[in-house]
C-alpha cells in the first residue's frame, strides 16, 4: 500500500534522525514533487483541456498549471479529421506574417509562459470554430501540511521520496550521511535517491515495444503548404 505524505515525512525524519524537523520535511517534500513536474516528462503529471478556436491568433488562456506540451499533443478535429498543430518557439512566431483576412486552418502554435496563466498563439488566425484539445504536463498541486496529511502524493516511487527526502533533511542538520543518500552513483550507494530515480525513468511509461517513428521537422518541410504534407482533405486516404 502507498505511503501517505505523513508517513513519508515521518519515516524520513527517523532515517535523519532529526524528529522535530517535521514542517521542514513536509516543506521539502513538496519542493521535491514540484521538481520532477518541472524535470521530467512523468504521465501521472499528464493532463487534458480543451479550449474553441474564435476567429483569432490568440492569446487563448492554458490553464494556471500548464508546464509543456510534446508534438503532437495540441490539435483539433474537423469533419472526423485530426490537424495537428506543430509547435513553434516565440521568436518563431513572431517572424510570421499577420495581416487583416488571413484567415486558415491553423497548424502552427506557440505558447507564451510570461502570462498567468499561460497563453497559447495560433496561426494562421483560424477559419473555424472547432474545440482544440490540449494535452499538457502539469505542475501538480501541493500537499497541505504534508507532515499530518494523509494524502498519497502523486509520485507513485515510495522509496526515492523517503531516501530523497532523508538526504535533504541530512543536509540541513549537516549530517555527512547527505551525499551518500541524494547520490546518483551507484558505486557509490546503490540505494542512492538518484539511482533509484534514474531506474524507474528507465522504465517509466512502459516504453517496451513501443515503434519510434522518425518524421520530418514540419517547420522546415512543408511549412507554407498543405499539399506537402499527408492529405487529410479526403477522409480514408
Known amino acids: 500500500m502507498a505511503l501517505t505524505s505523513a508517513q513519508i515525512v515521518t519515516l524520513s525524519c527517523q532515517i535523519a534522525k532529526c524528529s522535530g524537523f517535521t514542517s521542514q520535511a513536509g516543506q521539502k517534500l513538496n519542493a521535491i514533487l514540484q521538481e520532477l513536474c518541472q524535470t521530467y516528462d512523468l504521465e501521472l503529471a499528464r493532463k487534458t483541456t480543451t479550449i474553441t478556436f474564435n476567429g483569432t491568433i490568440g492569446p487563448y488562456a492554458l490553464p494556471s498549471d500548464y ?122 550507494n546503490p540505494q542512492g535517491a538518484a539511482v533509484i530515480l534514474r531506474r524507474y525513468l528507465k522504465l517509466k511509461d512502459d516504453p517496451e515495444g513501443k515503434t519510434h517513428t522518425v518524421q520530418l521537422d514540419r517547420r522546415i518541410f512543408g511549412t507554407t503548404r498543405w499539399n506537402l504534407l499527408q492529405n487529410t482533405k479526403n477522409i480514408g486516404w
Not at 125 to 133: D, Q
Open 67 to 188: 508546464l509543456r506540451a510534446r508534438k503532437g499533443d495540441i490539435f483539433y478535429v474537423f469533419q472526423g479529421v485530426p490537424y495537428f498543430m506543430t509547435p513553434l518557439m516565440l521568436e518563431e512566431y513572431d517572424a510570421l506574417v499577420q495581416q487583416a483576412g488571413l484567415n486558415d486552418f491553423p497548424r502552427f502554435f506557440t505558447t507564451d509562459m510570461a502570462p498567468s496563466p499561460p497563453t497559447l498563439l495560433v496561426w494562421p488566425s483560424p477559419s473555424l470554430v472547432v474545440p482544440v484539445t490540449v494535452r499538457y504536463y502539469a505542475q501538480m498541486a501541493d500537499i497541505t501540511t504534508p507532515e499530518t496529511s494523509s494524502t498519497v502524493p502523486w509520485f507513485p516511487m515510495d522509496n526515492y521520496l523517503v531516501t530523497r527526502l532523508a538526504g535533504e533533511l541530512m543536509q540541513i542538520t549537516d549530517d555527512d550521511r547527505a551525499g551518500m543518500f541524494l547520490t546518483s552513483e551507484e558505486s557509490q
